[in-house]
């Protein structure tokens, strides 16, 4: 059996190992487009803010003696398995090849060889698409022009680290979400002078209630980001190749390091040249299997769909662990076995600066948007005892149902692993728990990590309390 | 109606306030043996060891208004509600007051007013006796020689500090458990040099499972606390009425400071004069309402057992968060209204110099000993991306029902409130999930906060793995 593999990253990777794990006997090619595969691409932010371990020191997942075969540079880092490693696993990986075409009837890809510039047919028995995302730009955005970015390769992230020491000094950075904000932060600590243009009201308009993304600007003004709200890209200025400014919807704004991070769409030409399904999100339809609506083409990763635990809707979020966790189960299945995505609830977070902010289901807003009757509380405490010496403040909110109060979802803002919490509620949306069922739990209390009624404790009373009094 | 509650720490103060808030017509009395109510006893000590809030600081939950009949004392920042708050809510606080006896009969309390020395008869229409533990002492051992110590209540901390301040150098600790580990700490931070002296093979030994006690060992150790096991104390020596070492079955070791914490005891002489029945743990047997064997009265906190829902057993655990979860039970059952104690999942959590320890549900020892059919998996790995520049290893054990997979516990040590995600497991056995679930759910992910697949989700897939062979 031959199981190809197009997109040599995340879900893809992922695949391709189980798939050979599973099938010893099958064969398992990787198509992958660029040099890079299986790298952390959520880690690019880090390293460009430097706040990685140095390469080969403890605690680095990459033993030195697979580095051979990655490249030398400071993203190497990121790399979970190099291709030597990949092959050692009895997994053909072909870099700098890019699947042009794909022929479902006949079962064949049309591949080119950068390299060489050859195209040739490939046949597969089971196809995996895994091609991901790319960054959404505005369609005049110059290909060309120095130093204005997107971040969402190595090679993009490269292009950035150029641009900053080739002297680098005003960033403006388009978009205020998870890649925005982490950047913002980034940029500051190389240095740069920052300015975020966001187009909402507030930053993290997607991930969170208006009162919590009020937290979020506050943590950016007072790291000393000039943020403008309500403010769109409307052009660029440059002055020989290099890019000067941008213009925006409230005037010019002077950059020599320009970043657009406005969001992704998720990569579908191969799928729709394949014939398959997209969904009303405008990725591929998967069901639990991670099979695509044509037969024995599966997808996996950023370019899928997911089902929504929570609000059992087809959604289309792409991040890490959900793609990790689809190539899984593709690869098990398009070797025979019997693995299925179990959907996700829509856990996410992201730190800025010295604010840890955390969300897991559905926020008010997504909630009320779905027809659904919920109810919020919000409670600020702290994440250890009050009187203990490190206690820093923590914000939840807790959605729920009302009437049955099921809880709905979280949003966890505080300092460090304090939100990680987040998780606990995960767990509880998973299990479709209620604030009922929270406010009994046995949770870890001494002073060094919470008070005696945790935060997500109170929460649940409170959750109570707001929908007793209606 | 009047309720009287003997005992104003952790359950008895919650219960006052939740039978006040519930029936504003009952008079609710609370009779305190000691100065003090309502403090968090955990924490006495971070305030030995220095690491508390300066008092009227921000983050200090004692709002400084209320402050006023506090005794001025460093432990007064672990106080909650002052007896003036207590009476705002109308509850009526007798401090300095001991209950020696019960008629259930007639439903009295003979109670010793201590500064006038009177005793006078009180009647009750319910009682809850909210009484504690007190240390475990050897018999022989004397209560007045100075630099000898117990640490439960204030009045010990108060003693402990005295000894400090007169100039104590070199300290024994008799005892390897919680309040030991956490004095250790302390003491050391306070400049003694500390010699802890544990009965069994290795400390933490009824908390943890034989591979993670050997953490806590090496912890010690790299921290320079002169750790002695396998040895029991035999006998002091003293001169001029002040301790100057400890006899040991090993020897003797010098010291003018000893703290003796080899466990506690329910305190149960009243429930026994009242005929309340013990359980096989020999502390109080209340059902879900808190309701002891005898009508009218109920039990609260550290005296009573508690349902484990893992094991389904009655176990007695004193902790801080059962003890008020039980009191707002009890209250407002007292009071008429309805509510039932949920049971716990036996999670404990403690921080001992920079190691962080969490434990939930039944270690494999206790599956074992209870007949269970369990099989546990250990992994480690990192809190955050490997490649982050603060990753720092995290331990977690896990423990499932051979077969089902059901979550039976789980251990993890860390660093931090890494640990924090025991809470993860204490919801899944909440909701007596298996390793399968855990394994599918959607766990928050960036590298500041984890790995993409968190240690939690990693060790749910060597548990499956170690069921399959096994």
Redesign the interface.
């Known amino acids: 059996m031959r199981i190809v593999v197009v997109g040599g990253v995340?879900a893809g990777m992922s695949a391709a190992s189980r798939a050979r794990r599973q099938n010893p006997a099958a064969e398992v090619v990787v198509f992958e487009r660029g040099d890079w595969i299986s790298y952390?691409a959520?880690?690019l932010p880090?390293?460009i803010g430097g706040?990685?371990?140095e390469r080969r020191t403890q605690?680095?997942?990459?033993p030195e003696s697979t580095l051979q075969d990655v490249p030398d540079d400071e993203f190497g880092?990121?790399v979970a398995r190099t291709p030597d490693q990949m092959r050692g696993q009895g997994v053909s990986v072909r870099l700098n090849h890019e699947v042009l075409g794909v022929d479902a009837r006949a079962a064949t890809l049309s591949v080119l060889d950068r390299s060489s510039g050859r195209t040739v047919q490939e046949p597969y028995d089971r196809l995996l698409l895994a091609t991901g995302v790319a960054p959404v730009r505005p369609d005049w955005l110059p290909d060309t022009l120095q130093g204005v970015h997107v971040l969402r390769d190595i090679p993009d992230a490269q292009g950035i680290e150029a641009t900053l020491r080739g002297g680098a000094k005003r960033a403006a950075i388009v978009g205020g979400g998870y890649i925005g904000l982490e950047m913002a932060e980034a940029l500051k600590r190389r240095g740069l002078s920052v300015v975020m243009l966001e187009a909402g009201p507030e930053p993290a308009g997607r991930m969170l209630d208006p009162v919590n993304r009020r937290l979020v600007r506050e943590e950016l003004e007072r790291q000393g980001i000039d943020l403008r709200t309500g403010v769109t890209l409307e052009g660029l200025s440059a002055k020989d190749g290099r890019v000067t400014g941008v213009q925006t919807s409230a005037g010019r704004v002077r950059a020599d390091l320009v970043l657009v991070a406005v969001g992704v769409r998720p990569k579908v030409e191969l799928a729709q040249a394949a014939g398959v399904r997209l969904g009303h999100t405008g990725a591929v339809r998967v069901n639990a299997s991670q099979q695509t609506s044509v037969a024995g083409i599966y997808a996996a990763g950023d370019n899928c769909e997911s089902l929504h635990?929570v609000s059992r809707r087809r959604v289309h979020i792409p991040?890490?662990?959900?793609a990790?966790r689809m190539g899984r189960v593709a690869g098990v299945n398009m070797a025979g076995g019997e693995a299925r995505f179990?959907?996700?609830?829509?856990?996410?977070?992201?730190?800025v600066f010295d604010l840890?902010v955390?969300r897991?289901g559905l926020t008010q807003q997504e909630a009320d948007s779905y027809g659904l009757k919920a109810v919020s509380a919000d409670v600020k405490s702290?994440?250890h005892?009050?009187?203990?010496?490190d206690?820093?403040p923590i914000w939840v909110r807790l959605t729920a149902e009302q009437g049955s109060g099921r809880l709905l979802g979280a949003q966890i803002l505080g300092h460090?692993?304090?939100?990680?919490?987040?998780?606990?509620i995960?767990?509880?949306l998973?299990?479709r728990?209620s604030v009922h069922?929270?406010e009994?739990?046995?949770?870890?209390?001494?002073?060094?990590?919470?008070s005696?009624?945790?935060v997500?404790l109170v929460a649940a009373g409170k959750v109570k309390k707001v929908m007793r009094e209606g």
């Open positions: 995340a952390g959520c880690g880090y390293v706040e990685v371990q605690g680095n997942h990459v880092v990121l635990r991040l890490g662990l959900t990790n179990p959907g996700i609830v829509g856990t996410g977070i992201f730190r840890s955390a897991t702290s994440d005892a009050g009187y203990y010496a206690a820093r460090g692993d304090a939100v990680k919490r987040i998780d606990v995960a767990a509880l998973h299990s728990a069922d929270l009994d739990m046995d949770l870890a209390y001494a002073p060094p990590f919470s005696v009624w945790d997500l």
